[in-house]
């Protein structure tokens, strides 16, 4: 087997969700500067939501193809999600738009937490495992494998990347969402009202939440109340990779450090196995030997990859990949 | 006497404990051209935001039947209310024509919308080669003309002009005036604020004076460029 391919079919997969979660901090962050920390958890509502569809229509015995099981998952997730993303704009952040900068950062957490915790009281504390409805086939190809899960969620991140771009770079309302961005006040007097562009904002960037959690959820076949919180950090990490505020930047970094995590869990066991050091063998000698392998740091590191290029980003190119402006702002 | 297309009454603006504009009355009629000079910091930006509801403000404020004072900002290009803000104001990371739709943004008669665009690009011709370029890599001239393009896309009856020589080599400051004579001969009522007074005075008709918030003087231009108070302290003579 070509781990090495196999390990890019992986990262590119995780890499595409990552991408359409951090389209959704990117762009709010780019009309009204604000991380929307909630954003993972209106993510982990979709695939909480898209679960209860799932499991009810599984439950009723009706004899309908398993895709379309799953996209009414979907389509049932979606406009929670966004009726999700503009209740947090209209009661949490809207009132704090004049106030200093830190006060709707915080209100941001708070809201996570309110959102996790109305999870938990919902679906409860265990791990709610997705019906495996879908066949999962494998194809081969050049010494690796593909499942159609994967082929799916590539398919469908690609279009709906296309789509936002196709909306935000081509249609009036796409126009005014950019030009508001860059200046409110002058965009008002065009006549563009900032709530309604910055709503709007936020129902996207929720409907592209809800889509990202039931592709998590079905690809690792598990929801959990707190899954919103790794996947909204490692999506910002990805949003800060390619330049926050950026939507390209949001796509490349997300795909980048889908691919960086995988590579990074797959090969970190051998790179840190002791024995293949000189140095090391001689002193671990008796364990080499019985062993043959004395293993640093392991595939379970995988989420440390997210946090350590967040890091690097921040030390070595604070405006990200494609970011053109350093912002100083928290 | 035509009725005032807007007016002022009492009009104030605070910054914080500052009082920028301090109380002050003026009308502009439909048609006219009426500048409104003064020193930097005499509050005529401040006043021009005001009309835009950019900022708050205390005071009435008239637009035909509308009370403006009333209204948020983005209702004011329905209206016919344009203004140009003091530094332009363009889309930097838009492009030309980009700029351009943003300025008929509220209108959604497509075709007359694609005859007005011709119309600016013909009149504007620097605009037109440029249209699909980043507006932010314009000069500081073709961003002005930009900025006028754009709010004529909007097809205001009311153009508030704030500081449209500002940083522009004299040259550039010709073409300009010379767009801003074009606009007002069409029928666009204008509100002119700059600070060169000599050449906002030979462009307009009427002009009010600023000076620390208040409005010192009110005549037809050729009164104030006559006016010995005028001369010496806008004028340099």
Known sequence: MDILL???????????????????????YGVIQLINFAHGEVVMIGAMVAFSVIMAVVG???????????????????????????????????????????????????????????????????????PQIMENTSHAIGGAAISSVQIAIILLSVAMMAGLTWFVYRTKFGIAIRATAEDVRVAALMGVDANRVIAVTFVIAAALGAVA?????????????????????????????????????????????????????????????????PVARDLLAERCMADGHVVLFGSNYQDVFAFLVLILVLVFRPSGLLGERVSERA | MARALIEALNLEVHYGGITAVKGISFAVEEGELVCLIGANGAGKTSTLKALARMIPSSGEIHYRDDRLDRLPSHALIGKGLALVPEGRGIFTRLTVAENLAMGAYHRNDKGEIGADLERIYAMLPRLAERRDQVAGTLSGGEQQ?????????????????????????????????????????????????????????????????????RITLADTSAHLLADPRVRAAYLGE
């Open chain 1, 6 to 28: 196999q390990q890019i079919i992986n990262g590119l997969t995780t890499g595409s969700v990552y991408a359409i979660v951090a389209l959704g901090y990117t762009m709010v």
């Open chain 1, 60 to 130: 009723m015995g009706l004899p309908l193809p398993p895709v379309v099981i799953v996209l009414g998952g979907v389509l049932a997730a979606i406009p929670v999600c966004m009726a999700i993303g503009y209740l947090l704009e209209r009661v949490a952040y809207r009132p704090l738009r004049h106030a200093p900068r830190l006060a709707p950062l915080i209100t941001a957490i708070g809201m996570s937490i309110v959102l996790q915790h109305l999870a938990l009281l919902i679906w409860g504390r265990d791990p709610r495992a997705f």
């Open chain 1, 213 to 277: 959690g039931v592709m998590v959820g079905t690809y690792y076949g598990i929801a959990h109340y707190t899954m919103g919180f790794i996947l909204g950090l490692k999506a910002f990490s990805a949003a800060v990779l390619g330049g926050i505020g950026n939507l390209a930047g949001a796509m490349l970094g997300g795909i980048l450090l889908g691919l960086v995590e995988a590579l990074g869990a797959g090969y970190i066991g051998e790179f840190t196995d002791l024995c293949q050091w």
């Open chain 2, 145 to 213: 003309m930009l900025a006028i393009g754009r709010a004529l896309m909007g097809r205001p009856q009311l153009l508030l002009l704030d500081e449209p020589s500002m940083g522009l080599a004299p040259l550039m400051v010709d073409k300009i005036f010379e767009v801003i004579r074009t606009v007002a001969a069409q029928g666009v009522t204008i509100l002119l604020v700059e600070q060169n007074a000599r050449l906002a005075l030979q462009t307009c008709t009427r002009g009010y004076v600023m000076e620390s918030g």
